[in-house]
């Protein structure tokens, strides 16, 4: 039996046991994948200040997210297709979601709809991430969805305009459900559980899309109805137009610069998430963790900054935190948890990262998150040539 101690330990288990053309969607960026890398690799140039004879009783990673109260200040990310890296997987990953007492944030473009989630995490609130898409009517409707379902957040995502690029996914020919080619059905014998999972669910396709766009009933129509759907016309008119639909909490999700920060201040925005989609778009942009400080310094005093991208370990949330985010989201690692093992493993994947930022902020000389601050990083000139 696999002993599981990290993230990483799920990701190995999760790349047996979830089909290929999935498995790559999650773990994969745009083009080079140089950013996507970077998002990881960038946490390790900033080192810990470990502090001794310090009284470590009494810990608590405790807070809130745009007033949501956390058991710690992390988040699960919207992700698209979740469902296909296990059956079901959206609702498996809410109710561990709301089991741990985190957000969980459902992606517009997720297997199981809004109203099916809702109904099986007994109506919990979570949050529910917004594509911008030419189609207003649609968008109107799924946002009016969305609060009959008790969302209790919007997360508004404006980095895919266009979509970047992902030589994997070209390669796979990647679609939900897999099309019946030999190299697919091959794939699939070696995936027993997981196929096993998809007999048993009816969800199979794009829950919030299909059957609620007139003439998308099936895989053909809807491709060909999403390939022209994303608005390159997006604008911040847009986003206050969404604002006043929406009425209540709303997050920009896509911001990697200090003047979209202020934009995102000016739309009356609650909070803010420094994302670079995953490494997804633009290949070449700098990590997530990189951007962080500076947009921090620019809007961090007139709005909640978060954080998204590379996030494997307690370690990397509390890195974050004292880089000034008041959240983090998780994606990958909780995708590498749900494909491994369900719902136990998303379970799983949060007790990992909650052990680590617990024990993380204590050898660095705190007991409670709302006290981590910069100076539990070393300064960069210490070891930046190291």
Not at 186 to 195: A, D, E, F, G, T
Not at 319 to 326: D, E, F, I, P, T
Request: contains cysteine; neutral net charge.
């Amino acid at each position: 039996m696999t002993v599981i101690t990290c993230i990483e330990d799920l990701r190995v288990l999760a790349k047996k046991r979830v089909p290929r053309m999935f498995y790559d969607y999650a773990d994969s960026g745009s083009w080079t994948e140089s950013t996507y890398r970077a998002n990881e690799s960038d946490f390790q140039k900033f080192k810990l200040r470990q502090r001794v004879a310090v009284n470590m009783s009494g810990r608590s990673t405790a807070s809130t997210m745009v007033g949501v109260p956390v058991s710690m200040p992390v988040a699960i990310a919207p992700t698209g297709l979740t469902g296909m890296q296990h059956a079901d997987g959206e609702i498996l990953a809410a109710r561990a979601a709301k089991n741990f007492g985190v957000p969980f944030t459902l992606s517009t473009m997720s297997i199981g709809s809004i109203e099916e989630v809702a109904a099986h995490t007994d109506n919990h609130p979570f949050w529910f991430q917004l594509y911008v898409m030419r189609d207003t009517d649609f968008i109107e409707r799924l946002i009016d969805r969305a609060k009959a379902a008790g969302c209790s957040a919007l997360v508004l995502t404006l980095d895919l305009q266009i979509l970047g690029q992902r030589h994997k996914d070209l390669k796979n020919g990647l679609s939900a459900p897999p099309k019946p080619t030999l190299s697919n059905i091959i794939n699939l014998m070696s995936k027993p559980r997981w196929c096993m999972g998809m007999l048993r669910t009816p969800r199979r396709h794009f829950g919030n899309i299909v059957g609620h766009v007139k003439g998308v009933e099936n895989m053909g129509s809807l491709s060909a109805w999403t390939a022209q759907q994303f608005d390159p016309e997006l604008s911040w008119s847009d986003v206050e137009w969404i604002k006043k639909r929406w009425g209540g909490k709303l997050i920009i999700k896509g911001i990697m610069d200090a003047e979209d920060a202020r934009l995102a201040v000016d739309s009356g925005a609650d909070a803010l998430i420094v994302s670079n989609h995953g490494g997804r778009q633009l290949d070449g942009a700098p990590s997530s963790i990189h951007a962080l400080p500076e947009i921090v310094a620019a809007v961090g005093h007139e709005i909640e900054v978060h954080f998204d991208g590379g996030i494997r370990s307690g370690q990397d949330v509390l890195k974050a935190v004292a880089l000034g985010a008041r959240g983090t989201y998780i994606g990958r690692s909780m995708l590498y948890g749900l494909g491994a093992m369900g719902e136990a493993g998303v379970a799983k994947a949060l007790s990992i990262i909650h052990n680590e930022l617990d024990l993380t902020m204590a050898f660095c000389g705190h007991t409670q998150i709302s006290t981590v601050d910069r100076r539990i990083l070393l300064p960069d000139a210490i070891y930046a040539n190291k």
